[in-house]
């Protein structure tokens, strides 16, 4: 069983930064790889980044790419993404997943755990 916590979200303005990190529970942390998913107001939950248990590979969807870097912290229990010049259709909810296994799954089905989500709003 692992549980997930989000934090860092929060309000900023187009061209700013936001981290979001996600910690999790249980001993067992770096046998899964982990994903940072979204979804906003009518929308369906959508793949953001993804990075695997040793966090020695990485996966971004093409709309964050060069912009979010995602990490782990295994000693910590702890997913990052570092967020930069936000854009306001970066605006929604932002969810972490952990998937056990090695690969990175761009399908939100393949993970077996989430987390409560984290708003994030970009203003124009």
């Known amino acids: 069983q692992v549980q997930l916590v989000e934090s860092g979200g929060g309000l900023v303005q187009a061209g700013g930064s936001l981290r979001l990190s996600c910690a999790a529970s249980g001993r067992t942390f770096n046998t899964y790889s982990m994903g940072w998913f979204r979804q906003a107001p009518g929308k369906e939950r959508e793949f953001v980044a993804g990075i695997s248990w040793s966090g020695g590979s990485t996966y971004y969807a093409d709309s964050v790419k060069g912009r979010f870097t995602i990490s782990r912290d295994n000693a910590k229990n702890t997913v990052y993404l570092q967020m930069n010049s936000l854009k306001p259709e970066d605006t929604a909810i932002y969810y972490c997943?952990?998937?056990?296994?090695?690969?990175?799954?761009?399908?939100?089905?393949?993970?077996?755990?989430w987390g409560q989500g984290t708003q994030v709003t970009v203003s124009s």
């Open positions: 997943a952990a998937a056990l296994g090695s690969s990175i799954y761009r399908r939100a089905t393949a993970y077996d755990y």
